[in-house]
């Protein structure tokens, strides 16, 4: 489903998600796909160690759920840049919702703020992308 | 028990140190193995094209992002991701052999050198060396306080 730009306005919402917990075997999976195999994704007694109360979401397997909410609207060769700053830890168990906010545009492209919370309204990550309208 | 009266900056003059080259397949199966891990049910970003995130994928092959902190004096234990921003050139397809372009882009401090931030800068090639996308990953190192334990 595409975004009809000319019927949103700046500061609007154009797209959220819900992102329901990870499991162990969620990160396990993550960690194995992307050869990030820090143990604070995958083993709790070295995230207790840590201070953690359970395991670590990683960073970037929440930046892959915005890129998701992305490239629901827009397909992936009209993203110029897409960029995200982690600011809090989301934890497995916890469930996120997403937003994806008009925040600039211009002839022939158009930039989203992108928000990451959990149901408790922690910030976890944000984010700006940049979208090029015609391929 | 040794107790360090300043935090031990990162040597500057690492800035620009660079990787060796190094090519990666984007094999099928781990395009999908990703696409299951993220929960990607579009089957254009499990067959013909890496979502948007996936360049981190290829950049961090062979314990490459390890091995950038270790060449550094980093304790990986002190390490956070801060920032992460992807910038894109061309599609990269599932198939192509992609040569990764690592380097220590900058080094700086922030609170008086408790924190320093690492900036890596990798670029992503075509087998024909067209551009195909940039990875600027930004680690934060947490330096212990003086005196602290």
């Known amino acids: 489903m595409s975004i009809d730009l000319a019927s949103v306005a700046l500061g609007d919402v154009v797209a959220t998600a819900e992102g329901p917990p990870f499991d162990a075997q969620a990160l396990a999976r ?12 995958t083993d709790r007694a070295f995230a207790a ?20 909410l992305v490239t629901a609207h827009f397909p992936a060769q ?23 906010t008009l925040s600039a545009r211009s002839e022939g492209g158009a930039e989203f703020e992108l928000q990451m919370r959990t149901s408790g309204d922690q910030r976890i990550a944000s984010g700006v992308v940049k979208v090029s309208t015609f391929l | 028990m040794f107790f360090q009266s300043t935090p031990v900056a990162i040597d500057r003059a690492h800035i620009g140190d660079t990787l060796a080259p190094f090519d990666v397949v984007v094999e099928p199966a ?14 254009v970003y499990r067959h013909e094209i890496a979502p948007p995130t ?17 060449a550094l004096g980093v304790d990986l234990r002190r390490i956070l991701h801060a920032e992460q921003r992807f910038e894109y050139h061309a599609p990269i397809r599932c198939g192509e052999t992609v040569t990764v372009n690592r380097r ?9 050198g408790l924190l320093e931030l690492v ?27 003086p005196g602290a334990t």
Do not use: C, W
């Not at chain 2, 220590?104 to 008086?112: L, P």
């Open chain 1, 49 to 68: 160690k840590a201070g953690f109360p359970d395991l670590v979401v990683h960073g970037m397997l929440n930046m892959a759920r915005l890129g998701r």
């Open chain 2, 54 to 70: 996936f360049m981190k994928v290829l950049e961090g092959k062979d314990n490459s992002s390890r091995r950038i902190m270790e």
């Open chain 2, 30 to 43: 781990a395009l999908a193995a990703f696409a299951d891990a993220i929960g990607e049910t579009d089957p």
């Open chain 2, 119 to 145: 900036l890596i800068e990798t670029q992503f090639k075509s087998a024909t060396g067209g551009l195909l996308g940039t990875s600027i990953q930004t680690v934060m190192v947490r330096n212990p306080k």
């Open chain 2, 104 to 112: 220590v882009a900058d080094i700086s401090s922030r609170k008086e």
């Open chain 1, 78 to 100: 009209q993203i110029l840049s897409f960029s995200v700053r982690f600011e809090g830890v989301l934890l497995a168990g916890q469930a996120t919702t997403m937003a994806m």
């Open chain 1, 30 to 41: 993550y960690a194995q796909a992307s050869g990030d195999l820090n143990p604070l994704h």
